[in-house]
């Protein structure tokens, strides 16, 4: 399987590449729009601010490519928050894949959110094999509210969108290669979607 793991930059790929290694699949990490669109899947991870990741995504023209893919997308953290339509953070632009804003936490909240936390009303074969209210790992000052197309929610003092998906395009504001067997799980059952 080609797994093609996006590279414009932001943030610690090394922890997705051992994961996929750990699942027994080997992640390659690409810029080149050609073997981003050949790939089997593609993974879309992300650390780091918003609006300078937007940038360096416009620069390489991946902000036009990643629309376009028909096969599965998985977008991790920054990068789920990148397919949303917008971001508070840098009042940032986003690629649109999901209609919703990005949003602080409010001012009454510890950010980052930092640490394990449950994910629940889980809806897609994303999650076969996982209970409700398992444990995953997040760090992040931003959410996306809850929609239509939210397949896993995450409560922090309010409810926002742990999970999104909308067509070949899944989103996942944890980090799974940082959430022990469960983010294992969840991520051999994203190698394992066929559309």
């Known amino acids: 399987m080609k797994i093609a793991i996006i590279d414009y930059g932001a943030g610690n790929v090394q922890s997705v590449l051992f994961a996929l290694n750990r699942l027994g699949f080997e992640g390659i990490l690409s810029?080149?729009?050609?073997?981003?669109l050949s790939a089997d899947k593609v993974i879309?991870?992300?650390v780091g601010a918003a609006n300078s990741a937007m940038k360096k995504l416009r620069e390489s023209g991946l902000d036009q490519i990643i629309p376009s893919l028909k096969q599965p997308v998985l977008g991790?953290?920054?990068g789920m928050q990148l397919l949303c339509?917008?971001?508070?953070?840098?009042?940032t632009i986003g690629l649109g894949i999901f209609d919703v804003a990005v949003k602080k936490f409010p001012a009454?909240?510890?950010?980052?959110?930092?640490?394990?936390?449950?994910?629940?009303?889980?809806?897609s074969p994303l999650f076969d094999g996982i209970s409700e209210k398992e444990y995953v790992y997040l760090v992040h000052?931003?959410?996306a509210e809850k929609i239509e197309n939210t397949i896993a929610t995450?409560?922090?003092g309010l409810e926002y969108a742990s999970a999104l998906q909308k067509d070949n395009f899944f989103g996942v504001q944890f980090h799974p290669e940082k959430s022990g067997k469960t983010g294992e799980k969840?991520?051999?059952?994203?190698l394992k979607i066929e559309l």
């Open 108 to 123: 009454d909240h510890k950010i980052p959110q930092m640490g394990w936390n449950t994910i629940y009303n889980l809806q």
């Open 31 to 36: 810029a080149d729009p050609e073997f981003i």
């Open 44 to 46: 879309f991870p992300g």
């Open 76 to 78: 991790i953290c920054l």
């Open 186 to 190: 969840i991520l051999g059952n994203f």
């Open 154 to 156: 995450t409560n922090y």
């Open 141 to 143: 000052s931003f959410y």
């Open 85 to 91: 339509n917008s971001s508070e953070e840098g009042n």
